[in-house]
Nanobody, 119 residues
């Protein structure tokens, strides 16, 4: 079994910062891609940022220049540093990983962590 455990969400004022973390554990062979999605009320889930095992990254346009994704391959952990937060960043943020296990390659998701940007 593979688990993704997130931490770091919360309430922050506009212009503030938060750092999300997500650690993968279990029967992991290798992690091809890790990333963060978010889902705001009444909206579809969208990809926020992703990073490959080689360090290549991509971001949704709305967070470019404000958010930074990084990972520690030795710890199977991905981070999302969120700066200059805006009310429209309010959403549940989900960690995602595409992982190779002994049984094959699968998508895994975290349980979600709430990020609220409000004064």
């Amino acid at each position: 079994q593979v688990q993704l455990v997130e931490s770091g969400g919360g309430l922050v004022q506009p212009g503030g910062s938060l750092r999300l973390s997500c650690a993968a554990s279990g029967s992991i062979g290798s992690i091809r891609v890790m990333g963060w999605y978010r889902q705001a009320p009444g909206k579809e889930r969208e990809l926020v940022a992703a990073i490959t095992s080689g360090g290549s990254t991509n971001y949704v346009d709305s967070v470019k220049g404000r958010f930074t994704i990084s990972r520690d391959n030795a710890k199977n952990t991905v981070y999302l540093q969120m700066n200059s937060l805006k009310p429209e960043d309010t959403a549940v943020y989900y960690c995602y990983a595409f992982i190779r296990t002994m049984r094959g390659e699968y998508d895994y998701w975290g349980q979600g962590t709430q990020v609220t940007v409000s004064s």
